[in-house]
């Protein structure tokens, strides 16, 4: 996850209308609508076609950022019609139409870079190595190669994300700006959703999705083994209320994935002490809420019945952008994370 700003960025065209028309120049290099009877041919015309430059209709497909309207209160997802109705609706999704927070593996077996590559460190991200036929929640599953490595494990594996008809939280310096740059995060995140389902098409993992409003979770979930926040809690207004909801439905172990903020540990006299920075990156526009350290992941698990706790410290690769005099340079580079996996005493 990264700022509003940054990630609307990465956006590389916003979704066209079906009836729109682009020249048949156009078609490659996705450049602007061009207004029929203003080109000029290099063929000859006669008539009332002089001035008539020809255009070609894209055939419609969709362009999705956001689904159009959701299941009553967010009710019914899990149903298989429901599910495959996802999946029709997505059919057609190219790279195009999507943002990849994480890196995965294309058809051709070559590398769509990500803005974390976590493969290979699968194990201490989750810090859980036994998935199998465990039934898993994963809050926030970005393009979910996450997803597929528990799927491939032998996890049931249900992600669930932001909801249709919802406003993702956002902190803006001015508040007549929240609206726009809610929208702008909305279409990002669209995005990043529809790479998930683009990952599902060319990865064939068997997973489900579900969305809704994280502080007021789906009744019909159901119970799950194990609830996994992978590097998400941070990007919350409340990640307490957030806990909680996961808590009330997870019979055994709770996973809190976070970037060990060098900000909010120098406040600390250690990491297992109780403390989160508000808005520890820019306040004039962003989605990060919290810088957080291991113990106030630790603490809050333990108030709501996970108390026996375990904390690993452990590197992955985060994509890093990087003005230069010959253009933006990209490498990845080796960001500190925690990860607090947390059990009940007694399963419930």
Avoid at 66 to 87: C, K, M, R, T
Avoid at 287 to 305: C, E, F, H, I, K
Wanted: aromatic share 10%.
């Amino acid at each position: 996850m990264i700022s509003a700003h940054s990630i609307a960025d990465r956006i590389t065209h916003r979704h066209r209308r079906p009836s729109q028309r682009r020249s048949h120049h156009d078609l490659d290099k996705r450049g602007p609508i061009r207004t029929p009877g203003r080109g000029a041919s290099s063929t000859p015309h006669f008539g009332l076609d002089d001035d008539i430059e020809r255009v070609v209709i894209i055939p419609s497909r969709p362009k999705l950022y956001w689904p159009i309207a959701p299941p009553s209160n967010y009710l019914g997802q899990l149903e298989d019609s429901f599910q495959l109705q996802l999946v029709q609706e997505r059919s057609s999704l190219t790279m195009e139409d999507c943002i990849f927070t994480q890196s995965i593996n294309s058809e051709a077996g070559k590398t769509i870079d990500g803005l974390w590559d976590i493969r290979g460190r699968e194990e201490p991200y989750l810090g859980v190595s036994n998935f199998q036929s465990r039934r898993v929640l994963e809050l926030g599953p970005q393009s979910g190669y996450l997803t597929s490595y528990m799927a491939s494990q032998g996890a049931q594996v249900v992600g669930f994300d932001i909801g249709y008809d919802l406003t993702p939280d956002v902190i803006v310096a001015k508040p007549e700006e929240s609206v726009s740059c809610a929208n702008e995060l909305l279409r990002a995140q669209g995005a990043v959703q529809n790479s998930w389902w683009y990952h599902k098409r060319i990865g064939c993992f068997d997973a489900k999705m579900v969305y809704g409003d994280i502080y007021h979770l789906p009744a019909d979930l159901g119970m799950f083994d194990i609830s996994i926040f992978p590097n998400y809690l941070s990007f919350l207004r409340d990640p307490w209320e957030a806990m909680s909801q996961a808590a009330s439905i997870t019979r055994k172990r709770i996973v809190v994935t976070e970037v060990y903020s060098k900000e909010s540990c120098s406040f600390a006299r250690d990491s297992l002490e109780h403390v989160s920075l508000w808005a520890p990156g820019s306040r004039q526009v962003s989605n990060l809420w919290w810088a957080m350290s291991p113990g106030s992941v630790v603490d809050s698990l333990r108030q709501l019945g996970f108390t026996r706790t375990r904390v690993t410290l452990h590197n992955q690769l985060q994509k890093i952008t990087q003005d230069s005099s010959d253009g933006s340079v990209s490498f990845y580079s080796e960001t500190p994370m925690f990860t607090v996996v947390a059990d009940r005493e007694w399963s419930i």
